[in-house]
């Protein structure tokens, strides 16, 4: 046990040395499977749809703000949309638009903003539902708006492919007729299949997310590791309980699969975000002025001598006190 700590305690000094080339990288390549898939998917604009674009905007949005990058995703599949048919652009960009006023009220991170990207690459490859308990592990319980808005636009780009495969060049600006135009735009905004999907993704990762978020704040033992297996029972749970209703034809292998691998690495995220000694709890108390304040303290696990850690696992020790939990008594 005392190695794992050790190479813990290395990964995460490493990790902290090197943050932002980290966080460049695993940007790197969520825009990078994101614009190959969507490029590859769309391929209207056959410019857009290269090896050396695809990375070249990867590349650009890694290093840029990741609200920018988002803004040029949207542009992307505004461009591929409006050259079929700019009708079709038009109702996506208003789409969009709700969405973003939608999303920015809750939107707290970077991290959560990402979502908006990598929800959508998971989804493409029968992954999407390992998000929600992890989410549950590093965000609030508002990470499931980024999920649902994330699902939602996926749909809506699915749906007006089909409409632009049914209608051709009716909806294109040389040939386009009034009537094939409201047609169209009936069809597609009465297609409520993409929004039951979207509905179905959102309320299970809410499920999730909230029940990892509820747990994981009692007072027992192990709340967090407890947390993340609540949180994937009740993902399954939910996903079993509403497809039906939603008129969703959900894999309840891909249900199951996806709760397991979620709660797993939601498990190694966890270990590396805090672990601590519950054999050397401690309850204290003291007062000030005005409060009476009982505190119960754990201390972490840490390694001696973060700077340059080249020691073996004899270096282990355990220090800093966290406070878990306190409660205030106002005094008489």
């Not at 999907?197 to 967090?224: P, Q, T």
Request: hydrophobic share 55%; with cysteine.
């Amino acid at each position: 046990m005392n190695t794992v700590l050790l190479i813990r305690e290395k990964i995460i000094y490493i990790v902290r040395e090197y943050e932002n080339w980290f966080r460049i990288a695993g940007k790197l390549l969520v825009f990078y499977l994101f614009f190959k898939y969507m490029n590859g998917g769309l391929s209207y604009y056959k410019m857009l749809d290269t090896q050396a674009l695809n990375t070249l905007l990867a590349l650009v949005c890694s290093i840029a703000p990741t609200g920018l990058g988002v803004v040029i995703v949207a542009a992307v599949i505004l461009v591929h949309l409006a050259h079929e048919s700019v009708v079709i652009a038009l109702a996506a960009l208003v789409v969009m638009a709700i969405l973003y006023l939608i999303f920015i009220h809750f939107a707290s991170g970077e991290g959560e903003v990402l979502l908006l990207v990598l929800v959508p690459v998971l989804i493409h490859y029968n992954l999407g539902l390992v998000i929600p308990v992890i989410a549950g592990v590093l965000f609030t319980p508002y990470a499931a708006v980024p999920c649902f808005v994330s699902a939602f636009m996926i749909g809506f780009i699915r749906a007006s492919m089909g409409i632009i495969e049914t209608y051709g060049s009716s909806l294109s600006v040389k040939s386009m007729d009034f009537n094939t135009v409201l047609e169209a735009a009936s069809a597609l905004f009465t297609d409520a299949s993409f929004a039951r999907a979207a509905l179905f993704y959102g309320i299970v990762c809410a499920v999730a997310i909230v029940v990892v978020y509820i747990v994981s704040r009692f007072e027992f033992k192990y709340s967090w590791y407890i947390a993340i297996a609540a949180g994937a029972v009740a993902q399954i749970v939910a996903a079993s309980a509403i497809d039906g209703r939603l008129g969703v034809d959900a894999s309840q292998y891909g249900v199951v699969k996806g709760a397991i691998l979620g709660a797993l690495i939601a498990a190694v995220a966890q270990f590396f975000k805090c672990i601590v000694d519950y054999s050397r709890k401690e309850s204290l108390q003291f007062e000030d002025d005005e409060y009476y304040y009982y505190v119960k303290a754990i201390p972490k696990y840490l390694v001696s001598g973060r700077e340059g850690i080249t020691g073996g696992a004899e270096d282990l020790d355990l220090g800093e006190d966290e406070i878990l939990d306190a409660e205030f008594e106002t005094e008489d």
